[in-house]
């Protein structure tokens, strides 16, 4: 049917030929030469593509053969296999082709597809980091992760958001981008969560990784979702050309290997039971990864034979440094065809499960292939956070994505917990998050291989973060007044006390700067000013005068008028509040304890003296925990 084909258009390509030598040099054109190519072009759904013919010559393969016409990379080559299938419809396997034979292949001239408002042009320059940019165009920080995953989507090039290069464009996405449709929307609204990522997202996640370096110039991965759409519907391959059902059958087994003209397929059963799968992909999705489980993936291999697995049986984690874990749950891939993909895809790690009983073995394995700057056991050596609060929290691993996690909030434990953890666990895991440490607690049954990430509730945002509390560095009537306020008790300011001798022999008015009455007693504040006698007299009239001297610190008028109110002051260091043990958490404070009596009796007030400034989420922290915090 070939010679049924109509040319759209035709490309002259003029070639200008020298002078023969010792010929007349006159002043006419020199002869040229025309030499015709016939394109052929196709348009399907908006989108114009183009086609010439090529005969293939010995030692070809499909992907010199594109590779030739403009480079490849893995996700343009996805593109233009579908295009050449949609061509060739007669050609049942595209990895088969011989010498001679006459194709139609994807030409390099293309027309742009017309920009739609989704992304926008940007130059990278000099200093420029994507995070600068994204701030000078002014998204909020909060937004930043959906703007730099979409950057990798657009830009297949770009494999590490913190390494661009000056003089390179880059297409940004704007608002338009993440518009959602209503069908989306009305899914989200009905489930709580945004739509499943639908196969053909799945085909351009797994496919955007570059070539690794050293693979044959005829090898790349390829994921697909399904066969080319065939029957009525199906677009037109060509103009006036019949368009034939592909012939290769989609494969009914976990993965298939062809290529060989002369062998079968071999084929291996799928796993029996894909043990803590759904923990295992919500734990990487949360981590900010791709866990790929819908499609095809498809990697030629240097031999000539394809490997086709079924993301469903063998799922692919994409991250986001470059590696990728091919998960084989129960150890199904034969050992040749595990070292065939390891050694031809370097980027490939495939992460045999069979054998791992509990939770924890699974992910140790996956997260030793990620690729992480750092994966650390945390139970022995676990992360502790603050110093006079300090808090202990042990955790399964410690991970660091990057050299710069510790400085850019981005460090994340993985921790194994209780199914319903106390409330004690919770407030820590909530202190965690708050000071930039993020924790992905998971539950773990052994019985039935199941698993889950442990939601830990939003803080009630009513009770707010308690107010610092400080106690004035100098002493006198400030540091009286801040201990009466915390203690709760009232105080009079400028009042008249009549006082006299004993036998009413004589009658004073004397004016102290504070009179208050704690522990069963009226006591008066004396900063110096009174005599010896007027004590002696306010003492023989029932008051106590109560020092409050220029030399004295706050910290001690507060201590000492805790006493004075009948509570206990006690030096602790690394006092445990709170944990301990096999609790998988530590609240360790360093500090004054002050044990304080209630009013009319109950639980005793329990807080603590501790010195500088405490962060937010440290009195945060201790509120949840039953315990007041004062600084001094």
Request: hydrophobic share 40%; glycine share 10%; aromatic share 6%.
């Amino acid at each position: 049917m070939r010679g049924a084909l109509i040319p759209r258009a035709v490309l002259a390509i003029c070639l200008l030929l020298p002078a023969q030598p010792g010929a007349a040099q006159e002043a006419e054109e020199r002869p040229r030469i025309f030499l015709e190519k016939k394109v052929y072009s196709d348009t399907v759904g908006g989108k114009r593509s183009f086609y010439e013919t090529h005969a293939v010559e010995k030692g070809d393969s499909l992907w010199k053969i594109l590779e030739a016409r403009r480079p490849l990379t893995p996700e343009r080559y996805s593109e233009r296999l579908k295009e050449f299938r949609r061509a060739n419809p007669e050609i049942a396997d595209p990895s088969r082709l011989f010498p001679g034979q006459e194709i139609l292949v994807p030409s390099g001239e293309r027309e742009e597809e017309p920009d739609d408002g989704r992304t926008i042009a940007h130059t990278v320059k000099k200093g420029d980091s994507l995070s600068r940019i994204l701030a000078s165009r002014g998204v909020p920080r909060n937004r930043w992760k959906d703007y730099l995953d979409a950057v990798r989507e657009i830009n297949p090039a770009v494999r590490d958001v913190n390494l661009i290069y000056a003089g390179k464009t880059l297409r940004l996405p704007t608002e338009a981008f993440f518009a959602e449709t209503p069908a989306s929307l009305a899914a989200a609204d009905r489930h709580g969560t945004p739509p499943e990522e639908s196969p053909s997202a799945a085909v351009s996640d797994a496919a955007s990784a570059p070539p690794p370096a050293g693979t044959p110039p005829d090898t790349a991965l390829l994921v697909r979702d399904a066969p080319p759409v065939t029957g009525p519907d199906a677009p037109a391959a060509k103009p006036q050309a019949e368009l034939l059902a592909p012939k290769t059958p989609a494969p009914e087994t976990s993965f298939l290997e062809t290529g060989k003209r002369e062998s079968k397929m071999k084929t291996a059963a799928a796993p029996a039971v894909s043990p803590y799968r759904g923990l295992l992909s919500d734990l990487f999705n949360a981590l900010g990864e791709k866990w790929i489980e819908k499609g095809t993936l498809f990697l030629p291999l240097p031999s000539g034979e394809d490997l086709v697995l079924l993301l469903s049986e063998y799922p692919l984690v994409r991250f986001q440094g470059g590696r990728e874990a091919l998960i084989d749950f129960r150890g199904g891939l034969p050992p040749a065809m595990r070292d065939a993909v390891t050694g031809t895809w370097k980027q490939i790690r495939v992460v045999s499960l069979d054998g791992a009983r509990r939770a924890g073995d699974m992910i140790e394995r996956i997260l030793r292939v990620s690729g992480y700057h750092s994966v650390k056991e945390g139970s022995s050596r676990p992360l502790v956070i603050g110093e006079t609060v300090s808090v202990v929290l042990p955790a399964n691993w410690i991970i660091q994505r990057t050299e710069e996690s510790l400085l850019s909030d981005d460090l994340v434990l993985v921790k194994e917990t209780p199914e319903k953890p106390s409330e004690e666990l919770i407030a820590v895991l909530r202190y965690a998050q708050r000071v930039g440490v993020r924790v992905l607690p998971y539950a773990d049954d052994p019985n039935a291989m199941e698993g889950f990430l442990v939601g830990v509730e939003e803080e009630d945002n009513a009770r707010g973060v308690p107010v610092a509390l400080s106690v004035p560095e100098e002493g006198g009537l400030p540091a009286v007044d801040f201990a009466l306020d915390f203690l709760g008790i009232s105080r009079k300011e400028g009042e008249r006390l009549r006082i006299g001798g004993k036998g009413g022999s004589f009658h004073l008015v004397v004016q102290p700067e504070r009179v208050f009455e704690v522990g069963g007693r009226k006591h008066v504040a004396d900063t110096g000013k009174m005599s010896d006698a007027i004590r002696s007299i306010l003492k023989d009239s029932g008051y106590s005068a109560f020092p409050v001297g220029k030399n004295d610190s706050g910290r001690e008028i507060f201590e000492r008028l805790v006493k004075t109110a009948g509570g206990a002051v006690g030096n602790r260091r690394e006092h445990l509040l709170a944990g301990g043990g096999n609790a998988g958490y530590a609240v360790l404070l360093t500090g004054s304890s002050l044990t304080l009596p209630r009013p009319g009796g109950g639980e005793a007030r329990k807080a603590f003296l501790v010195r500088g400034k405490a962060h937010s989420a440290t009195r945060a922290l201790l509120r949840d925990l039953g315990v007041e915090i004062v600084e001094w």
